[in-house]
């Protein structure tokens, strides 16, 4: 039998705000500053990815290889452009739909935790008011290994105390949904059903979810 879902675990970048935006230009400027091109197309790449595993893959789009030290050196830049760039956010930066449905799923008594690989994550929900609808935050600080290793959403389940299989995740990225699927969870995707189509559900943004909806993922 199908268990209720009990809880809803939610990726921050791109499902919850806007920041993606601003890891592109942060990345952009360090290819540039490197002396090769970033395109938002090889962005779409980094979604979902660790800052060390994005900075790999840009690397290897600009077909240089560094040393462990110059890479964590490169990663600091950028992070540190990323973090005056969100320190400057607040509410208006919310995704459409996405405060509501963060509301409308405490009301309806679900547990709600965030499982983000952002290790900027508490910037970003204090700037924008959001922490306090979260009943566990489990970010890049706290987990060891990057989607689509599941680690991030088995520990919010944890920290919820609900098994996976009563846990829905959202997420914009095809690394958090093949996550999502490997923890054994079912999943709503943010965005395009083409990208996201091994996601149980697809819808182009919060806006457009409601609690009822989770009906159809049981």
């Not at 309806?108 to 965030?114: D, N, Q, T, Y």
């Amino acid at each position: 039998m199908t268990l209720p879902l009990k809880a809803c675990l939610f990726d921050l970048d791109g499902v919850l705000v806007d920041t993606a935006k601003y890891h592109y230009l942060a990345w952009r400027r360090l290819a540039e500053e490197l002396g090769f091109p970033f395109t938002q197309e090889d962005n779409e790449r980094l979604k979902g990815v660790s800052r060390m595993a994005s900075l790999d893959i840009l690397l290897s789009i600009g077909g240089m290889t560094l040393a462990p030290d110059e890479k964590e050196a490169l990663a600091a830049k950028k992070n540190g452009w990323y973090v005056e760039m969100i320190s400057r956010m607040d509410e208006s930066e919310i995704l459409p739909g996405a405060l509501d449905f963060l509301k409308a799923c405490r009301e309806a008594g679900l547990k709600v935790a965030l499982g983000s690989a952002s290790k900027n994550s508490s910037i970003i929900l204090t700037n924008t008011g959001l922490t306090p609808y979260f009943d566990a935050i489990i970010d890049g600080t706290k987990t060891q290994a990057a989607k689509p290793d599941p680690e991030v959403f088995l520990l919010g389940a944890e920290a919820l105390g609900v098994s996976p299989a009563e846990c829905v995740v959202f997420e914009d990225a095809e690394a958090g949904i093949e996550a999502a699927r490997r923890g054994g969870m079912r999943s709503v995707g943010i965005g395009s059903p083409t990208i996201l189509n091994k996601a149980d559900l697809v819808v182009p943004s919060l806006g457009a979810m409601t609690v009822g909806r989770l009906a159809e993922l049981t």
